[in-house]
């Protein structure tokens, strides 16, 4: 019993795992897609990046917070995969939701 309560645990935090901070996660508004948080790029590294979210659930810009990432490419792509993000639509929600996401870029084969 103990193990299938820590499996639970372990994959319902794996669900917001990548959302790392914001008043969106906070009120629990979600992502309607299931998006990958590591992309393939030309370098190895991860971004922090700060989303706004209006309220039909789009991203509506998309500003670098942090990153080990040295190649200004791959920050590019990081930043356009985030914008296809989709969230939960809702007119209570206010005018933008703001969530930081962090992506992680793997190099792909040559």
Do not use: C
């Amino acid at each position: 019993m103990r193990y299938n309560l820590f499996f639970f645990l372990i994959l319902s935090n794996l669900s917001f795992g990548q959302l790392i901070s914001g008043n969106l996660l906070d009120e629990g508004r979600k992502l309607l897609d299931k998006p990958a948080f590591i992309i393939e790029g030309i370098a190895d590294g991860w971004i922090k990046i700060e989303l706004a979210v209006d309220r039909t659930g789009k991203v509506t810009s998309a500003r670098q917070v942090d990153s080990n990432l040295k190649s200004t490419p791959a920050r590019f792509e990081a930043k356009k995969h985030v914008r296809t993000f989709k969230f939960q639509p809702g007119t209570y929600y206010p005018k933008f939701h703001h969530v930081i996401v962090k992506i992680t870029v793997l190099k792909g084969r040559e």
